[in-house]
């Protein structure tokens, strides 16, 4: 790495993201120096890259520190020499992301952009890119870690570790340290306080067992779960509450994404009720989006506006700089991320991508080894994991066939024929985003 | 065993079954020549067991083999010097099951007698019964291997190998017999000549391969299923047919129990429409097994009543007699069998029941090893895996949360909030069969 | 394969052996028709290739069968469209195992030439040759299996897993056949009803359980073996007789070649005596095979004659008959061979070689899950693995570092120093053999 | 634990180490503020308890640390309450080692006190011991952390996980911080900037990686170590430096126990030498032994004496203090130590124990996962692994047949006839400490 300070790119540099991002990187200037920061977007989103780019900069500006932003449509330029790259993209932008969700609620299924039906296809959309990119930085800077922030993390980092010459890559998700957050607040103590051991697939991850100050209070949060107004939830999911008879049963902490499997059935109606009302996730999300970028044109705002909490990255830019720092600093702290298995969780193959606690250094997440995910939940962890390697494998292809046996596996799709109702419709409203599936 | 012939103990002697195999081993005499067959059943079965019974002794008289056929309620008796045990027992008779079957149902849930939520009753009910049954044949003939054909065979198995101190179990079911069958009635040439690579658990079989005369025609066997008039089904699923484009895209073949969870939505529907018209499944076969035994009482009846097909078991006396003439003779040819697993199937726990081709012999099956399973059905594989091991253990501790998390879990059950509904109403109906529930 | 009959191409066909193989083939012509069968070898073998070939074609004749034997130096026209290959080629000639067994001995070290520092030469030797057939058969006949025979077969058939785009590969030994027919032979009974849990590597297999007509009788044979007139031995290796207490303390049976690492010095010992009087074991062949070949050279002999059985391949021809019938006509038997892994032992990696009972058929042999070696016979078995893996390694590679490598972590070699030692010597001695090196 | 500070119970804390670990205590009193030190020893070792004892309260006392130290014989009132319990006991004194190391010598054979034949009879007296302490934690102090010195820690760790009730077990050795010492010299660089990826077993651990800053530099380390000057040794293993290309061939650090497997000739012929000369390493250890306790007498010594340097226990101080520093502060640094695998290393079973980097935590240890080891390292290390687990086996068993098992598959010793003759001269030798094989 440079002796003058990183360089770092960020592909999808216009996310409305970035200044949380931004806000990071400011505050953890002096153990992380970044001294250029490439934000990159393609032609279609080149207006909202100069927006938030220039809020960038004032917000650089604001902050005195001597942080060079720039903004291009040229990747190849933002790679070369770069040390870290971070992908925060969005193929199809939100307007692919509705029909995502909007599609299978069609055929009463639930969308879900990450781990479900709608997942999949942001899967076959997003897994090229960011094979593509993974090749061009082997190629521009081999030494560079890709951090990958683009949903659906897990199958993305599956993806890459399984199709890409290049396999320094992590995954990273702001669902983790939601849980330690949340788990904090409702204990009433310092996050910083409160360990968690996690173990399983992105959106898909448990507390296996959670400590204070190193000591197991595990039963103490479980017992404190059972109460409905103590839950940990995500602004993008509903909150409809636990079972408290099953959360006893479980033993650990689910992550607020399991809502969807253990309560399909709830989560369907609030999603089906909420199409009709407010809109789905994805439209709520267009609006606030959209009413960012309003603000974010002020050429007086030069601070991250508080509105952007709403959009639900909470935790965002506190993993995302926690993480590049530890690598960059080689601090040997543990984080949650996305990394290759190795044998941290038995059950799980050796070389697939999971989500677990790892000592995070120069060289790398070193995943610790949990031994074993229990019995009860083994099953739909290891049957996510079957969808991912399914869907990877499909948008890698382009096979028709592929794609329709991930969907099908999907454990929210209840059959093999509105699997193929969801799958047909879904590849031609995505048509302009699958080259692969139409050679 | 003994120089003057084998002793065998068929507990639940009395059910509908027994003519058919009786008949088996009528037929297979010379090869296995059966000293005593001692027919067991509770107080409460005594009057099916003497009609069941006489007619079995018609049977031997009328084929003139010189099998004693004793009848009793003293299972001790029955046991001991036993050679082999088979069980084909019903806890609670076919009233419990036609509650296992309804009381999901009026949740919108499918009751699934083997591995769906009245599995899971119908194991909370029986694992205890053969698990002491488990336990006096390790005391009073500690040599002889229990042959179980009770369902829910996976999870039985799964129990007795891992709670009992007697390891010689195998497991035996229909299914994959019924697939062989299928496939070289569709292909028009003799069973004899179709080898299937079976793999997976009880009742979630995948026949890998297909071969003719040992060569690979898996494409071709799968190529003939797309054609929905081409299914193999059994007697007591419904044949909705397969979306040919799933069938292409699994490139294994699923087993007729796969419906439930590959056509979750399909057969609901179905089920609820019989539940309204013919009755369930298990109410059409309590109508059946009452006009059998009304068959059964006719004096002059001297051979199996061609009836008893009907009732579902095709191939049931074929497979008890094959298993146990293998193992009485050291054949060593290859049959699909419940055993441990032993590495067989890669990524199921080493020491969990499967259902895999094995080699038969004296000392008992010996599991071929496949591999692993194809990624795409591995996780529903796990996920039905890890119920039928949570359902084990509830069976055995009489733990409500342990009960609840089985019922959340299992694919078919939509929401933690209908598991708890299902299990509370189902644990009241059960109640007098469930008495380490109610310690 | 062909309507009428079979094609056999034999690789190294001018081996003494030849006429074993022959005449097992004429045994079972009639479940075996071979139509042809070339025997192949090269410019400098031509003149044994003559002499074996012309009584071959004595044999055929004498036995009425019609069988064509054509002799070739032309390899690829005897592999166009062949049904099984068979190799029994020796890199280098019974001159080069000469130096294989005595180079180490100069050392101090034993020689043994399969899994030895003798064999990693072989190995070296022999694997680029074999992998070059292998690429051939996958050129010319890819429904072939290649039936390798030659030594060190587990590191060869580790190296064609591992190396060769052609899969169809299935390593043989007489070994465990001997083993069966020594045990047979002790207990006085029809080798027939002997069988026997194959499980470990080549020359390195255990029988884990012996049974008579299914019934386990381990213990029995284990104590048949502390006597020490009842040896399970072969033609080339010294029979010093087992330790009783540690035959009884190890519960499995050890092969012959076990003797090298369970009684090193012992072995050293002789075998350093018989170098200074009758010579190695190679001198000792080499001896045989030039008063095998005058015998050949008699045009009035036309059957195999009896002196062969001196040179040690016991059971050879019986063997591989045996594999190339179950396979061709799709018996399902049981067999040990060896082949890739797939769980079959726990401990072995799964797509490893390993030497276990495999069901013999037209797909190829299907190992027998055996769960996983003892404890106790475990690291030796891996540490022999780990040396094939790195020959198979330095044999590609040509590494000189990989090569030092596989010596030193050979359980027969004492030091690094000695190790490097043994390879400089040995690597100049078969410079003309081993072109990898001297790129 | 208390609030008022830690109680730590030392068994053989007469041991001439114990001024060693006074020394680290009194440094770390601040973060470590032990409020009672118990000192626990056997009748037999009552005299050097006295004398030890007293010069750790004087140097506690020096110090001006409030830190009680009490002696005892009666382990069970050490134990209550306590927070650690320490083991660096010695069953039957260093005269048994003498006879650990010198029975073999006479057969020929390196006694190497831990993973040789000689550790082989240490653990056969130790293992008893630490199961019989380890209930008693379990019964007394539940909570306790055992942290074990007492060699061969890697089998009794093995031993503590297999067949204790208590698992809270650590097994600490002084090798890996040894190694990474010895890096850090011969570097010229703070220790704290080179970071070691351990892993394997006790004195069988490689270092895979050497970082320095979090920088790959394994390779130039590896270069280093071909230079003989630059050797990481230890006081107690005689340094033969290694043969260059075998440490560039190998790609990974051995430790300098690996010199007794990997250059077993040479450390054969240099322990016969001293044996002859100086004594072997007991006898050297039991002068040096004797004249520290002379020094220790002195009233007017209340530092640690300089002369225990020579002893051979470098680092033992700091690693154990570290250690208990961590688990007490819930510091989560990454420390290498014996523990339950849980999968951090492929190759080793599950449920074995490993050495390799953990995370430290209050909860205990979390290893990190390594993956695999390096395929030509694999082999012994999986050798050893059997060894010990069979080794543990015998000791708890008692049995004669598994100790020789034990014996005769260690790769330190060339015959089962040898391997007879050393065990049964041992089991006399070592008769009165080994009451389980004299019953």
Chains 1, 2, 3, 4 share one sequence.
């Not at 190849?76 to 932008?93: P, S």
């Not at 849980?179 to 296996?208: P, T, W």
């Not at 993008?236 to 049963?249: C, R, S």
């Amino acid at each position: 790495m440079s002796k003058q300070g990183l360089k770092i790119a960020t592909i999808g540099g216009g996310s409305s993201y970035t200044p949380e991002l931004i806000e990071g990187f400011i505050k953890r200037y002096n153990e992380l120096p970044i001294r250029e920061l490439w934000l990159v977007d393609i032609k279609e989103g080149e207006h909202k890259l100069q927006v938030v780019g220039e809020l960038a900069k004032r917000m650089v500006q604001k902050a005195g520190v001597p942080m060079e932003i720039h903004l291009t449509l040229d990747r190849r330029k933002a790679l070369e020499g770069a040390d870290f790259v971070t992908t925060q993209l969005r193929v199809g932008l939100l307007d692919a992301r509705i029909k995502d969700e909007k599609i299978p609620l069609k055929y009463g299924v639930i969308g879900q952009e990450t781990n479900g039906p709608g997942g999949l296809f942001k899967g076959l959309r997003t897994i090229p890119v960011i094979l593509e990119i993974a090749e061009e930085i082997q190629e521009l800077c081999p030494d560079a870690w890709l951090i990958n922030f683009t949903n659906p993390a897990g199958m993305v980092t599956e993806a890459v570790l399984r199709y890409s010459s290049h396999q320094k890559v992590v995954g990273l998700c702001n669902v983790p340290i939601g849980m330690r957050m949340g788990i904090a607040k409702i204990l009433g103590v310092e996050a910083s306080r409160i360990q968690i051991d996690f173990a399983g697939l992105n959106h898909m991850v448990y507390g296996l067992r959670v400590y204070k100050d190193g000591v197991d209070i595990t039963d103490q949060v479980l017992e404190e779960l059972t109460n409905p107004t103590n839950s940990v939830s995500m602004k993008n999911i509903v909150n409809l509450g636990w079972e408290p008879d099953f959360i006893k049963a479980l033993k650990v902490l689910p992550c607020p994404y399991h809502r969807y499997y253990y309560q399909t059935s709830k989560m369907l109606e609030e999603e089906l009720k909420a199409a009709e009302s407010v809109g789905t996730r994805a439209e709520v999300v267009k609006q606030l989006e959209e009413d960012l970028f309003e603000l974010y044109k002020d050429p007086h705002l030069n601070i991250k506006p508080p509105q952007l909490e709403k959009r639900g990255g909470a935790y965002y830019s506190d993993a995302a700089c926690s993480l590049i720092h530890s690598m960059y600093n080689n601090i040997g702290d543990i984080q949650p991320v996305n990394t290759k298995n190795l044998g941290a969780i038995a059950s799980i193959p050796y070389d697939s991508a999971v989500e677990v606690n790892c000592v995070i250094t120069k060289d790398g997440p070193k995943p610790i080894a949990i031994g074993d995910l229990p019995v009860p939940v083994r099953g739909l962890v290891q049957q996510i994991k079957s969808f991912e390697r399914v869907a990877a494998e499909a948008a890698v292809t382009g096979d028709y066939h592929t794609a329709l046996l991930a969907m099908t596996i999907n454990p929210l799709v209840p059959s093999d024929t509105i699997a193929k109702q969801i799958v047909d419709e879904m590849l031609e409203a995505h048509k302009d985003y699958l080259p692969q599936f139409f050679k």
